[in-house]
């Protein structure tokens, strides 16, 4: 990802990866205001025709922050999106406040609209450092509690719009609501225990590699998900552009903590003093330290990021090899047996895959091996969507395979021959 040269006036330097999130960002309001517009009543014409004036708007957004823009033009992209979104905050308040007296009759739920305006407010965030000319930064605790909890909320989204004859991915989807909603309380004792103790602690490092690896998990579902919409082969009244959305949101949330991990962006110590001082409810610090360029950052050429600041690819977690079942994250593996590794079915310590797609379920105890096998899909280009007309399916017949942990080991979505 090139780096843009900064300049010798009065306007701040304006580095690519804070161009990306401005572009990842009006894309995901741009989608909001299709949902909110999709989702309404055909009688609150009023307000759809708002949404649908707001969808417009970060369209052209969008398409201007897609051109190679000089420092002064993006800062007055900058300008221009906090004036549109801050008049979408407030239709969304007006959206929420609507739902709480009934009086919306939306097929949406108020916990959806809250979910929308936090995510709003914190691209607000961003804008308002980026106009300012400073740095983005995070502590990484605050940082891990909102993007856990926007992972846990859709887990919830997505189950209540499958099709309850959908049994199987219903278990899914609770098994990962669970657990999301369980890292998402643990994040927050953390950020309790850093506003009361200034101290380096070893398991928070631990958490956010559990948080890293069962986010990953998460997405490849979602990928699922989605694939199985556009083939017509999954019961649901989730839209696919909204399966893509929530897919590309983990995505972030992944790329963030790889940022994190490299220091392409600041992180300020999780301790008392910037726990408190910075402790809004959007979640995220800034800095006016300048932030090294990305080309001096040892070890950057191992992320891969997309042209829309996503992440495909993500290191091995370094320290230990850790069982990634709902339920049973942090654990360290143990070495399986000769006698257990000469069954199909078990990955051994060369992580190769057995070659049959039928592979028996292996009987023996949970607590010893448990295994797992997540096939993630190749890279996609960005799909562009009309308002009223879900993506084409791809024209490859070929079906992708995915299998699960736990209680369902079997591969889902798979045509049976």
Request: aromatic share 8%.
């Given at each position: 990802m090139p780096?843009?040269?900064?300049g010798?006036?009065n306007?701040?330097?304006?580095p690519?990866?804070?161009?990306?999130?401005?572009?990842?960002?009006?894309?995901?309001?741009e989608?909001?205001?299709?949902?909110?517009?999709?989702?309404?009543p055909?009688?609150?014409?009023?307000?759809?025709?708002?949404?649908?004036?707001?969808?417009?708007e970060?369209k052209?957004?969008?398409?201007r922050?897609?051109?190679?823009?000089s420092?002064?033009k993006?800062?007055?992209?900058?300008?221009?999106?906090?004036?549109s979104?801050?008049e979408?905050?407030r239709?969304?308040?007006?959206?929420?406040e609507?739902?709480?007296?009934?009086?919306?009759g939306?097929?949406?739920?108020?916990?959806?609209?809250?979910?929308?305006?936090r995510?709003a407010?914190?691209?607000m965030?961003?804008?308002?450092k980026?106009r300012?000319?400073?740095?983005?930064?995070?502590?990484?605790?605050?940082?891990?509690?909102f993007w856990?909890?926007?992972?846990?909320?859709?887990?919830?989204?997505?189950?209540s719009?499958?099709?309850?004859?959908?049994?199987?991915?219903?278990d899914?989807?609770?098994?990962?609501?669970?657990?999301f909603?369980?890292?998402?309380?643990?994040?927050?004792?953390?950020?309790?225990?850093?506003?009361?103790?200034?101290m380096?602690?070893?398991?928070?490092?631990?958490?956010l590699?559990?948080?890293?690896?069962a986010?990953?998990?998460?997405?490849?579902?979602?990928?699922a998900?989605?694939?199985?919409?556009?083939?017509?082969?999954?019961l649901?009244?989730?839209p696919?552009?909204?399966?893509?959305?929530?897919r590309?949101?983990?995505?972030?949330?992944l790329l963030?903590l790889?940022?994190?991990?490299?220091?392409?962006?600041k992180?300020?110590?999780?301790?008392?003093?910037?726990?408190?001082?910075?402790?809004?409810?959007?979640?995220?610090?800034?800095?006016?330290?300048?932030?090294?360029p990305?080309?001096?950052?040892?070890?950057?050429e191992d992320?891969?990021?997309?042209?829309?600041?996503?992440l495909f690819?993500?290191e091995?977690?370094?320290?230990?090899e850790?069982?990634?079942?709902p339920?049973?994250?942090?654990?360290?593996?143990?070495?399986?047996?000769?006698a257990?590794?000469?069954?199909?079915?078990?990955?051994t310590?060369?992580?190769e895959?057995?070659?049959?797609?039928?592979?028996?379920?292996?009987q023996?105890?949970?607590?010893?091996?448990?295994t797992?096998?997540?096939?993630?899909?190749?890279?996609?280009?960005?799909?562009?969507?009309?308002?009223?007309?879900?993506?084409?399916?791809?024209?490859?017949?070929?079906?992708?395979?995915?299998?699960?942990?736990g209680?369902?080991?079997?591969?889902?979505?798979?045509?049976?021959?």
């Amino acid at each position: 990802m090139p780096r843009r040269p900064f300049g010798t006036g009065n306007v701040p330097a304006v580095p690519p990866l804070d161009s990306e999130e401005v572009k990842f960002w009006l894309h995901i309001m741009e989608e909001h205001a299709l949902f909110i517009k999709t989702g309404l009543p055909a009688d609150k014409k009023d307000l759809i025709e708002e949404a649908t004036s707001f969808e417009r708007e970060f369209k052209a957004l969008r398409v201007r922050a897609e051109k190679n823009l000089s420092e002064k033009k993006f800062v007055e992209l900058v300008t221009d999106t906090m004036g549109s979104l801050k008049e979408f905050i407030r239709y969304k308040r007006l959206l929420l406040e609507l739902s709480f007296t009934n009086k919306l009759g939306s097929a949406l739920p108020p916990l959806f609209f809250d979910h929308l305006i936090r995510e709003a407010e914190y691209f607000m965030a961003i804008l308002t450092k980026l106009r300012a000319g400073k740095k983005l930064a995070v502590v990484k605790a605050l940082e891990a509690d909102f993007w856990l909890r926007i992972m846990a909320e859709h887990t919830k989204f997505i189950g209540s719009r499958i099709d309850p004859s959908e049994r199987s991915l219903i278990d899914v989807d609770r098994g990962y609501e669970v657990e999301f909603d369980n890292l998402y309380m643990q994040g927050r004792d953390y950020v309790s225990f850093f506003e009361h103790q200034p101290m380096e602690l070893p398991a928070f490092g631990r958490f956010l590699q559990d948080s890293r690896a069962a986010t990953v998990r998460l997405r490849d579902f979602k990928q699922a998900v989605y694939d199985m919409i556009i083939k017509n082969r999954m019961l649901s009244t989730v839209p696919a552009v909204m399966a893509d959305h929530v897919r590309r949101e983990a995505d972030h949330f992944l790329l963030v903590l790889a940022m994190m991990e490299k220091g392409i962006i600041k992180v300020e110590k999780d301790c008392v003093d910037s726990i408190k001082k910075h402790h809004t409810k959007y979640d995220m610090i800034m800095d006016d330290e300048f932030v090294e360029p990305i080309e001096e950052i040892e070890g950057i050429e191992d992320i891969e990021i997309h042209e829309h600041g996503h992440l495909f690819e993500e290191e091995a977690i370094d320290d230990m090899e850790l069982d990634f079942t709902p339920g049973l994250i942090g654990r360290e593996k143990e070495p399986p047996s000769q006698a257990v590794a000469d069954q199909p079915g078990v990955l051994t310590d060369d992580r190769e895959e057995p070659e049959e797609e039928n592979t028996p379920k292996v009987q023996g105890e949970v607590k010893e091996v448990v295994t797992e096998e997540v096939v993630t899909p190749p890279p996609k280009p960005a799909y562009k969507y009309k308002a009223q007309a879900p993506p084409a399916p791809p024209k490859n017949d070929k079906q992708p395979k995915y299998k699960w942990g736990g209680s369902l080991p079997r591969q889902l979505g798979k045509i049976t021959e």
